[in-house]
């Protein structure tokens, strides 16, 4: 089994940074990509940015320029460093990760979700 857990939300005002962290932890071969999807009110989960495990970086274009993805591999910890907030920003924000088993099967996994709020 494997976790993921989330810490770094809260409230900030628009033009403000939060970082976000993300650490897997369980019994796995390999992490090929993780990253992070929000979802807002009424919308549906989208992809903000993800890393792969040749490092590859994907980026929401709505994102691109003031979110940054960065990765320990050491700790098998991602964090997303929001710069630049927007009250569009505002979702719940999920850590994914893609990793494969001791069994050879590849398995998605997600965590409990943390709130960004960008608001004045």
């Known amino acids: 089994q494997v976790q993921l857990v989330e810490s770094g939300g809260g409230l900030v005002q628009p033009g403000g940074s939060l970082r976000l962290s993300c650490a897997a932890s369980g019994s796995m071969v390999s992490i090929n990509s993780m990253g992070w999807y929000r979802q807002a009110p009424g919308k549906e989960r989208e992809l903000v940015a993800e890393?792969?495990?040749?490092?590859?970086?994907n980026y929401a274009d709505s994102v691109k320029g003031r979110f940054t993805l960065s990765r320990d591999n050491a700790k098998n910890t991602v964090y997303l460093q929001m710069n630049s907030l927007k009250p569009e920003d505002t979702a719940i924000y999920y850590c994914?990760?893609?990793?494969?088993?001791?069994?050879?099967?590849?398995?998605?996994?997600w965590g409990k979700g943390t709130l960004v709020t960008v608001s004045s």
């Open positions: 994914h990760a893609a990793v494969t088993l001791w069994t050879n099967a590849g398995m998605d996994y």
């Open positions: 890393i792969t495990s040749g490092s590859t970086t």
